[in-house]
Structure formats: C-alpha cells, structure tokens
C-alpha cells in the first residue's frame, strides 16, 4: 500500500480482555516503531524493531505489553490484561532508514479504549 | 533520557498573523530536530526537519531555528492559513538511539 496502516481503527475491550493491534509498515521499511499517544499527549515511544529484530523494547509500560515482527514486515502490539490506564492511540511508525535517522511515516493509530 | 518542553500548548492567530511554537531540550547530544503535523483525527506527518549543523531552515511559508546553546529551537509559521489549523509536535533525537522524543504538542487554530 501506500502509506502505514493499522487495525483495528477502534477497539473497545473490557478490563482484562487481551487485545491485539496489527500495523502493515510501508514496503521494504527497515524500522518500524510503536508509540503510545495519550490525549492531548505528544506520542511516547514504546519499542523499536529494525527488520525482525526488536532492538529496543525500553518503552513498553509493563510485562502486559508485547510485541513482535516475525518476518521482518508486519507487526503486532499485544497488551493483556487490558487496564483503565491503556487507554490510549497506538500509532506505528516505519522509516526506511536503520534507527531514528530517517522521516517517520506514521499509520493513523488504533485507538483503544478499555471500560 | 532526553527531555523535550514544549510551549505554548494552545495558540490562536488570526488568518495571515504569524505563529511561533517554542521546544527547549536537555540532552545536549541530541542532534535532529523533526517538526510533526497532526490534523484533527489524522496521522503525524513531517513538515520540516533541523540537524545541528545549522542553525535555520525554510521551506515557503514555514522556517525552524535551532539554538544548540540555549538547547532551544522553534516553528516558525508566516502567513497563516486555516489549513494551518493542527497539532504540531516537536521531536529531539539523538541519532544513534532508537527513540523520538515529542513533546506535548501546540494545538494552532487559525481564524478566519
């Protein structure tokens, strides 16, 4: 496709549900990264994969976060156990380029919502 | 790890006025400076970048400055137009990590 794409765009999950939120990077991109957007928030980095490799994971909030990229392209963000507090839009990010050195393309977000 | 402010956090300006938004840093290592776009309900998307070899950059309507010193740099937007009309995040990196550090974003309105 031509950009970054997410899904699900929405997803309302009831304290304790497991979610998982699936980000299609932009053929080819070498890095890809997850951020976590709190409203009225700037975007937090949660973790940080160049190909299939997740080189940096130092954001993820709790062991309830989970992420992966198995073939080196699309990857998920899994969050068990959902709580209050993960509320939030989850955008990926790619860039051709290896680490932060490159523009990111961002997806337009999952926006989360747990009751 | 890096700390980047971001201010104001809200900003009217009146069609054709200029807007200037403010990030200040604390990491002194970090070296690129990425300006983010967000419409209501869209995604991010750049709208200029400043690495720290230089200490101004323009394209058209819209210039950042960067002060390695004072570790401050700046948005500067001439000749408002409501389309103009956004959230604009700051970034701070240092490019040899992972992580892009934003700031909380400036909310821009632009009347009419």
């Known amino acids: 496709g031509a950009g970054v794409s997410q899904s699900p765009r929405y997803k309302v999950a009831k304290r304790g549900q497991d979610v998982a939120l699936r980000c299609d990077p932009i053929?080819?991109?070498?890095?890809l990264f997850w951020y976590q957007q709190a409203l009225g928030q700037g975007p937090e980095f949660l973790t940080y994969?160049?190909?299939?490799?997740?080189?940096?994971k130092s954001g993820l909030p709790s062991d309830r976060f989970f992420a992966e990229r198995p073939e080196g392209s699309v990857s998920t963000l899994k969050i068990q156990r959902t709580q209050q507090e993960d509320s939030a839009v989850y955008l990926c990010?790619?860039?051709?380029?290896?680490?932060?050195?490159?523009?990111?393309?961002f997806g337009e977000g999952s926006r989360l919502t747990v009751l | 790890g890096e700390n980047v402010e971001q201010h104001p956090s809200t900003l009217s300006v009146q069609e054709g006025d200029s807007a200037v938004i403010k990030c200040t840093y604390s990491?002194?290592?970090?070296?690129?400076f990425p300006w983010y776009k967000q419409e209501l309900g869209k995604r991010p998307q750049l709208i200029i970048d400043?690495?720290?070899?230089?200490g101004e950059k323009k394209d058209q309507r819209i210039a950042v400055t960067l002060n390695k010193t004072a570790k401050h740099f700046s948005l500067h937007i001439t000749e408002t137009q409501p389309e103009d009309s956004a959230v604009y995040f700051c970034?701070?990196?240092?490019?040899?990590?992972?992580?892009?550090?934003f700031g909380t974003g400036t909310s821009l309105t632009v009347i009419p």
């Open positions: 990010a790619s860039s051709s380029r290896v680490g932060n050195t490159g523009e990111l393309f």
């Open positions: 053929s080819g991109h070498v890095s």
């Open positions: 994969f160049q190909n299939e490799a997740q080189l940096d």
């Open positions: 990491d002194s290592a970090s070296n690129y």
């Open positions: 400043i690495r720290s070899n230089v």
């Open positions: 970034a701070a990196i240092e490019d040899t990590g992972n992580q892009f550090y």
